[in-house]
């Protein structure tokens, strides 16, 4: 059933007429042209189609795009402002945590949502908190390491 629907995406409301049962992920991809969120599994066990939903990190393959309706959307292209990337898409580039960069979209999404939450995590608060993401390059290491750095930058 199509639906008149509007939220905010990327710091602007945005209104759109949708079959409602469509996943986040297609209208992101599909009708916005947001490819910077990924189809990995379909299922929500990959992480590579991770979105922030009110801050939080989700799997826009599992969610109806009526459920955001009136909520707050960020893509990965929705972190960089003003033509600078946010702190942690630059850590993901100075330690070199993408290889092939198709998780890299929904890593650095859940990593902003843990810092959110815990601004100065652990070390077992970052593996634990991206566990659910999957990287088949094994960038894992870096990975944890640019979040580290990220984690700093981000607190001063």
Not at 15 to 39: A, F, I, N, P, Q
Not at 109 to 126: G, N
Request: overall charge positive; charged content about 20%; aromatic content about 4%.
């Amino acid at each position: 059933m199509i639906t008149r629907i509007e939220f905010k995406l990327n710091h602007e409301w945005i209104r759109l007429s949708v079959d409602s049962e469509r996943t986040l992920l297609w209208v992101l991809r599909s009708d916005l042209g947001l490819t910077g969120t990924k189809y990995g599994c379909g299922i929500g066990a990959c992480g590579a189609c991770t979105v922030l939903l009110g801050g939080e990190a989700v799997r826009s393959c599992t969610i109806p795009v009526i459920n955001v309706k009136g909520k707050d959307v960020v893509t990965v292209e929705g972190l960089a402002m003003n033509g600078h990337l946010h702190p942690l898409q630059k850590a993901f580039v100075e330690h070199n945590a993408l290889q092939c960069g198709f998780c890299t979209p929904g890593m650095i999404l859940t990593a902003y949502s843990l810092l959110l939450t815990k601004p100065a995590p652990k070390e077992e608060d970052i593996i634990e908190s991206m566990e659910d993401n999957l990287c088949r390059c094994g960038s894992h290491q870096r990975i944890i390491q640019a979040i580290q750095s990220a984690a700093k930058k981000m607190r001063r």
